[in-house]
């Protein structure tokens, strides 16, 4: 009985560390951007996977519809973001970004009311440049405080801000502007940088936004979906409450990958707290993406308060683990086969950062059951070509 409690007494130990260690970061905020926004990554969904620039009001109104019917919005997914080309390519003669007549002619302030009386929040796009990365409207350099201006008072919500196109200064000079912008704006704006991880924003963002890119553009397709996966785990220690690492908009259901392909990107995304932001036609969904994407306990992995970002503990070949600790003196580990083969991957508890001798149950996501039996050291899959395994670990001795 001594060595038990011994071991629950050196368990507990840890766990309180963590605990004191998630409140000093939940209360070391920014310097600048105070706006009490992003506390969980944020959740919901863009238009730019799917559609790319073929958007109109129509569209948005009827995706806004979908996140209601589909129950996604009692999930979380609460922004629908416009990405790239909703505007005219000139401003108006008082320097105003104008919407594009043709594909929003009721204008933007009209459809974020329609996105908030649906109890869901709108987000819009912009670019620290003379133009947009489509070079179809402009940016907002040289006009941040007027476009802030003009956003707060449209009723916008979240303002994803790209980096194509400027004047080649840096964008730690370009990037405070509209920062600086958005908190005269009177209004919370949740503030995504997207200068595509050139200059490491995950070191410098925090004071400037709610998230940050980390990785270029994400594409359809396993090797790309892995690779943003494993840049964006290079900067786990910079993530927290309020300040988010992002490695892109999910791919889930746009068709280039398998389920069980899907599946690792979701687990990947939820487990490492990125942002949440649907890039399918949720109007038009497969059982299996409704499935993925509705997972509540994956998304609870997600938005668990303590923000902590999952990191790799061991890699060996195409096998890796990756962990993270959770509220609850619990732990979410994924079990992950690379490889093009089947293969049997183990996840150690002394890779975890628990004692060895710890009895733990064990919880599977994916196949939302609790195992039967108990472990101890470790936890043992099988796993197919490019899948995955989510386990909550929770210790009970």
Same mark, same amino acid.
């Given at each position: 009985?001594?060595?038990?409690?011994?071991?629950?007494?050196?368990?507990?130990?840890?766990?309180?560390?963590?605990?004191?260690?998630?409140?000093?970061?939940?209360?070391?905020?920014?310097?600048?951007?105070?706006?009490? !926004?992003?506390?969980?990554?944020?959740?919901?969904?863009?238009?730019?996977?799917?559609?790319?620039?073929?958007?109109?009001?129509?569209?948005?109104?009827?995706?806004?519809?979908?996140?209601?019917?589909?129950?996604?919005?009692?999930?979380?997914?609460?922004?629908?973001? &416009?990405?790239?080309?909703?505007?005219?390519?000139?401003?108006?003669?008082?320097?105003?970004?104008?919407?594009?007549?043709?594909?929003?002619? =009721?204008?933007?302030?009209?459809?974020?009311?329609?996105?908030?009386?649906?109890? !869901?929040?709108?987000?819009?796009?912009?670019?620290?440049?003379?133009?947009?990365?489509?070079?179809?409207?402009?940016?907002?350099?040289?006009?941040?405080?007027?476009?802030?201006?003009?956003?707060?008072?449209?009723?916008?919500?979240? !303002?994803?801000?790209?980096?194509?196109?400027?004047?080649?200064?840096?964008?730690?000079?370009?990037?405070?502007?509209?920062?600086?912008?958005?908190?005269?704006?009177?209004?919370?704006?949740?503030? =995504?940088?997207?200068?595509?991880?050139?200059?490491?924003?995950?070191?410098?963002?925090?004071?400037?936004?709610?998230?940050?890119?980390?990785?270029?553009?994400?594409?359809?397709?396993?090797?790309?979906?892995? =690779?943003?996966?494993?840049?964006?785990?290079?900067? /786990?220690?910079?993530?927290?409450?309020?300040?988010?690492?992002?490695?892109?908009?999910?791919?889930?259901?746009?068709?280039?990958?398998?389920?069980?392909?899907? &599946?690792?990107?979701?687990?990947?995304?939820?487990?490492?707290?990125?942002?949440?932001?649907?890039?399918c036609d949720i109007r038009n969904m497969t059982r299996?993406?409704?499935?993925?994407?509705?997972?509540?306990?994956?998304? /609870?992995?997600?938005?668990?308060?303590?923000?902590?970002?999952?990191?790799?503990?061991?890699?060996?070949?195409?096998?890796?683990?990756?962990?993270?600790?959770?509220?609850?003196?619990?732990?979410?580990?994924?079990?992950?086969?690379?490889?093009?083969?089947?293969?049997?991957?183990?996840?150690?508890?002394d890779d975890i950062g628990l004692d060895p001798k710890?009895?733990?149950?064990?919880?599977?996501?994916?196949?939302?059951?609790?195992?039967?039996?108990?472990?101890?050291?470790?936890?043992?899959?099988?796993?197919?070509?490019?899948?995955?395994?989510?386990?909550?670990?929770?210790?009970i001795a």
């Amino acid at each position: 009985m001594g060595k038990r409690r011994c071991v629950v007494a050196a368990l507990a130990a840890i766990m309180l560390m963590m605990e004191l260690a998630a409140l000093t970061v939940a209360e070391n905020r920014r310097s600048m951007l105070s706006n009490g !926004l992003g506390m969980t990554p944020p959740m919901g969904w863009n238009s730019w996977n799917h559609f790319g620039c073929n958007i109109d009001e129509k569209m948005i109104r009827e995706t806004a519809d979908a996140l209601v019917s589909t129950g996604l919005s009692k999930l979380g997914y609460e922004y629908v973001n &416009i990405d790239d080309c909703w505007a005219e390519i000139s401003r108006d003669d008082k320097g105003n970004l104008v919407p594009k007549k043709s594909t929003f002619p =009721s204008g933007i302030k009209a459809l974020a009311d329609y996105v908030h009386k649906k109890g !869901l929040k709108l987000g819009i796009y912009s670019d620290a440049g003379y133009f947009t990365c489509s070079r179809r409207m402009p940016g907002s350099l040289g006009y941040e405080e007027q476009d802030a201006k003009t956003f707060a008072s449209w009723g916008i919500d979240y !303002l994803k801000y790209d980096n194509c196109n400027n004047d080649g200064s840096k964008p730690t000079q370009r990037y405070p502007v509209m920062t600086r912008a958005l908190m005269k704006a009177g209004r919370p704006i949740f503030f =995504s940088l997207c200068e595509w991880g050139d200059m490491h924003p995950a070191e410098w963002g925090a004071p400037l936004g709610n998230s940050w890119r980390t990785t270029n553009d994400i594409s359809d397709n396993w090797e790309s979906m892995i =690779s943003r996966a494993d840049q964006n785990e290079i900067y /786990a220690e910079y993530a927290r409450p309020g300040g988010w690492n992002d490695p892109d908009m999910l791919e889930v259901g746009n068709g280039g990958m398998t389920k069980d392909e899907y &599946i690792v990107h979701f687990s990947l995304w939820a487990i490492s707290k990125a942002p949440l932001l649907l890039g399918c036609d949720i109007r038009n969904m497969t059982r299996e993406t409704m499935d993925i994407i509705t997972n509540k306990e994956v998304i /609870a992995v997600n938005q668990d308060p303590y923000g902590f970002q999952a990191k790799k503990v061991r890699m060996e070949g195409d096998q890796e683990i990756w962990s993270a600790p959770l509220s609850g003196y619990k732990i979410a580990v994924v079990l992950l086969n690379r490889g093009p083969v089947r293969y049997s991957t183990t996840a150690r508890w002394d890779d975890i950062g628990l004692d060895p001798k710890t009895v733990v149950q064990a919880r599977d996501l994916w196949e939302h059951k609790t195992l039967k039996t108990t472990f101890v050291g470790n936890l043992t899959a099988t796993l197919r070509p490019h899948s995955c395994k989510l386990y909550v670990l929770k210790p009970i001795a």
